[in-house]
């Protein structure tokens, strides 16, 4: 059975290009994660991101799911320094690096009452 999206809840997607050894940058170029948001708490509902194995989806989750956003985001990093190792890496921490800034740009316009996020 599919999950449903949540009504109320927001996703972030962050994004990175994959190495030049990696055989998906060929045919894909970049990774991509997003993370599902609850905007009352902040806290991570779910998350999902492309081309990486099912380990490795385990790890994130047990470490972005259940936390706030900001606590998930220093836990995942943490967790990724020092239990994975794959030419991939540095592509993973740079897409969950730019999921934080659309986060942070979304937390500003929050903030100022602008409906518009802008660009990185």
């Known amino acids: 059975m599919e ?21 998906a940058n060929h045919v ?3 990774l991509s994660i997003d993370i599902e948001i609850d905007p009352y708490t902040d806290m991570v509902v779910d998350f999902a991101c492309t081309l990486v194995p099912k ?3 385990k790890v994130l ?3 972005l799911v259940g936390y706030s956003f900001e606590e998930g985001i ?5 967790k ?19 999921a934080y800034k659309w986060y942070h740009r979304y937390r500003i316009a929050l903030q100022s009452n602008d409906k518009t996020i802008k660009e990185p």
């Open 61 to 63: 989750s047990d470490c």
């Open 28 to 30: 894909y170029g970049f």
């Open 74 to 78: 220093r836990n995942c990093m943490q």
């Open 3 to 23: 999950k449903k999206l949540r009504p109320e809840t927001l996703i972030i997607t962050g994004t990175a290009r994959l190495p030049e050894n990696v055989t």
């Open 55 to 57: 380990l490795v989806e």
């Open 80 to 98: 990724i320094e020092v239990r994975f190792y794959s030419s991939t890496k540095r592509a993973i921490i740079a897409a969950i690096e730019d």
